[in-house]
Nanobody, 127 residues
Framework: EVRLVESGGGSVQAGGSLRLSCAMS????????MGWFRRTPRKGREAVAI???????NYADFVKGRVTISKDSADDTLFLQMNNLEPEDTDMYYC?????????????????????WGQGQLVNISS
């Protein structure tokens, strides 16, 4: 079993920054891929950024250039640094970890085989 504890959400004005953290514990050796997701009624689950154990990452087009996903393997913590936030970024952000990293053409394309899903962090951006 893998457990996830998220932190870092909040309310900021447009143009501001937030840093989300996801502390992992339990059977973390089973994790090969991890990421941050949004889940909205309109689109369902939507990947914001994902990263594999070796460091390959992938970003959604709507955040490219504004967010950075990173991980601290020593502390089993996943981060999402979000800059230049826009009102359209307002959403619940979830950390999730997976057993499988899918790569195509040498690029990380998606994570598969869900192991755990976090409780979510509300990111609220005001204009």
């Amino acid at each position: 079993e893998v457990r996830l504890v998220e932190s870092g959400g909040g309310s900021v004005q447009a143009g501001g920054s937030l840093r989300l953290s996801c502390a992992m514990s339990g059977h973390t050796s089973t994790i090969s891929c991890m990421g941050w997701f949004r889940r909205t009624p309109r689109k369902g689950r939507e990947a914001v950024a994902i990263i594999a154990n070796e460091g390959r990452n992938n970003y959604a087009d709507f955040v490219k250039g504004r967010v950075t996903i990173s991980k601290d393997s020593a502390d089993d913590t996943l981060f999402l640094q979000m800059n230049n936030l826009e009102p359209e970024d307002t959403d619940m952000y979830y950390c999730a970890v997976y057993a499988t990293a899918i790569r195509r053409g040498g690029r990380l394309t998606e994570c598969d085989n869900l192991r755990a899903w976090g409780q979510g962090q509300l990111v609220n951006i005001s204009s």
